[in-house]
């Protein structure tokens, strides 16, 4: 921990901003990576291809029960909204469907446009202490004496790169973290809206008694 504290007191004060920024970073970075990864996530195809097999048995139940088995994944509940309202108009069914998204969506995404502004924050705190550093060597340069006017020069370039390093060093990862979750966000919401429309269908036709393994196919 030594090289921090050597790097804070280098660095002046926009040290501190920019070590709040890279916890707050962190934090939401390791809270989204857990519910996007580990709570909403799920395999969607194969899910989707059990939850088909059941439709097409007419076992709506065990449909139910086998989303009840996954309650914090994203997929499971949207199409929990509408197994649970099988037997209804398919108006019924598409808006409560639509209603689900709708709640989804907004969780998967919480937080995660944070990232990015932090990131700019980062980055623009970095370049206000690389101005300060400069600004003290210039002042060193125009009025220190000659004895301490290389140590005041030094001492400026000094704060000037620390503070650059340092918020460049917090806003790449933060930019990294940020991209790695959008792409996973993107691709749970891709997997519900596909899945959705195709339960949607599939439940269109058990309802009008013309579900078989053509409409399964094209579902």
Request: proline share 3%; charged share 15%.
């Amino acid at each position: 921990m030594n090289w921090l504290v050597d790097a804070m007191q280098k660095g002046g004060p926009f040290m501190w901003p920019l070590l709040g920024i890279a916890v707050f970073a962190l934090a939401i970075s390791a809270e989204r990576f857990y519910y996007i990864l580990f709570r909403a996530n799920i395999n969607g195809t194969a899910f989707f291809a059990q939850i088909q097999k059941l439709i097409m048995a007419n076992n709506i139940d065990r449909a139910i029960k086998l989303c009840n088995a996954e309650p914090n994944a994203a997929l499971p509940r949207v199409l929990k909204s509408g197994l649970t309202r099988a037997n209804r108009s398919d108006t019924e069914i598409q808006n409560a469907v639509e209603e689900a998204v709708l709640e989804v969506f907004p969780q998967l995404s919480k937080r995660t446009g944070y990232l990015a502004m932090l990131a700019n924050v980062a980055t623009l705190t970095g370049l206000l202490g690389t101005i300060q550093g400069l600004i003290l060597a210039f002042e060193a340069v125009a009025h220190a004496s000659a004895e301490t006017k290389g140590t005041l020069l030094a001492a400026g370039i000094s704060t000037a790169m620390f503070t650059t390093m340092s918020g460049l060093i917090v806003a790449i990862p933060t930019l990294l973290f940020s991209s790695v979750i959008v792409d996973r966000t993107t691709k749970i919401m891709d997997d519900v809206d596909q899945y959705a429309l195709k339960t949607v269908n599939l439940l269109a036709a058990r309802r009008r008694g013309t579900l078989d393994q053509k409409d399964a196919a094209g579902a």
